[in-house]
């Protein structure tokens, strides 16, 4: 079993920035086994793709809309993902969730991830 717990959202300003961590416990996995993504989801809207990153973390991707903005990172020994978001919009306003998926790089697809978190509210005020 994989357990995701995400921690880092709240509330900021237009312009701020906040760094979202997802804590991975895999009780007879190993984390590096894992592709990571972060999606989001805002109230009304469908849950879309933010960020991915591959298991050796050497490959990334982001949705044109974060591009530039937003950076995802792993650290295998800690068992952790980050996605660090700057540049803040009232338009990133959203839960922000983390998935694993067993294959080598990350999808676009929520529908392709085994394991999710919980979800962090991010709130960006203008």
């Known amino acids: 079993q994989v357990q995701l717990v995400e921690s880092g959202g709240g509330l900021v300003q237009a312009g701020g920035s906040l760094r979202l961590s997802c804590s991975c416990a895999?009780?007879?996995?190993?984390?590096?086994?894992?592709?990571m993504g972060w999606f989001r989801q805002a109230s009304g809207k469908e849950r879309e793709f933010v960020a991915g990153?591959?298991?050796?973390?050497?490959?990334?991707y982001y949705a044109d809309s974060v591009e530039s903005r937003f950076t995802i990172s792993r650290d295998n020994a800690k068992n952790t993902v980050y996605l660090q978001m700057n540049s803040l919009k009232p338009a990133d306003t959203a839960v922000y969730y983390c998935?694993?998926?067993?294959?080598?790089?990350?999808?676009?697809?929520?529908?392709?991830?085994?394991?999710w978190g919980q979800g962090t509210q991010v709130t960006v005020s203008s």
């Open positions: 998935a694993a998926v067993s294959r080598l790089y990350p999808s676009t697809y929520s529908s392709s991830y085994d394991y």
């Open positions: 895999a009780s007879g996995r190993t984390f590096s086994n894992y592709a």
């Open positions: 990153i591959s298991r050796s973390g050497g490959s990334t």
